[in-house]
């Protein structure tokens, strides 16, 4: 029933305080529209600004990846200390529960295995289904410098429209070949075409010199890629700079899947990502976690 006999005169309306206009807390996203912003806050913690995302995505070129080879045992225990799970909708379908109600960055690009040139990638699914699966972002490899440099930005600028047509954020992620230089340089060259063709973020590598150079180069956020496993301490370390020197996040795979207890290590890389803790008291709290959960 309409609320007819209870009108009430101007008492709720607060007319003295001006309604707050916020800006969105990522870098360079102040003019999304809502669905586009919202599906970014389901990757980036609203409270620090910043990503956890955990990579099992290795399958769609190089297969059963060690640490990989049951996702269902391996990393579903992991989800709780995720913000986003960054993944093929093959493992999404089958084995990751739907009551994972975290973002989730779907692999939209393929084509080449381990075998064969990798760069040579085309774009490996469609919007409707990103949609039906409820992504909050898709995810494209871009080779800048590759032997396919041009078509793997072509997959990026049109998975870009689509998603653009639908409020679905893309994942420019800066691959490397094998001879090409890892230094700044090239890193901000790649990282800045790819914000500049309209990727809403971007993953890379850490540098030790200049990533700072890199972050502040590109005008939106930039995720760190974790690369091959190293220490513990070390790959921590490496988690901290990034995020120091303007990382809004990781995108972190083998350096947690592949560490000696995978949940400790999530957790602790957690803590350098959201609350700053240092490296070393990172990974104090990595071993008291190891030994209370053999
Ligand atoms: C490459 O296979 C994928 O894009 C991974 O998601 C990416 O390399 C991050 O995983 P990792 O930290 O293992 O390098």
Redesign the pocket.
Known sequence: MADLDDVRQGKQYFAEIPMKSEPFYLKGANHYDWGMSNRLANIFNPASGRTLML?I??G???GPTTGLERVDLNIVPLLPHTDTL?LTRGILRSTIPPAYTKGVVL?ASAGPSILKELSNEHLAMDMEDALRLNAAAL?V?VFIGGEFETQSVNNLTRLIDMGNRYGIPVLA?TAVGKNMTRDARYFRLACRICAELGAAYV?TYYVPEGFESVTASCPVPIVM????KIPELEALTMAWRAVQEGAAGV?????IFQSDHPAAMIQAVSKVIHEDMKPQDALELYRTLKSETP
């Open positions: 990579a995505d290795h769609y070129f190089q960054m692999r995810a490899q992620v993953k890629a974790g690369g091959k995108d972190m795979g083998r350096n």
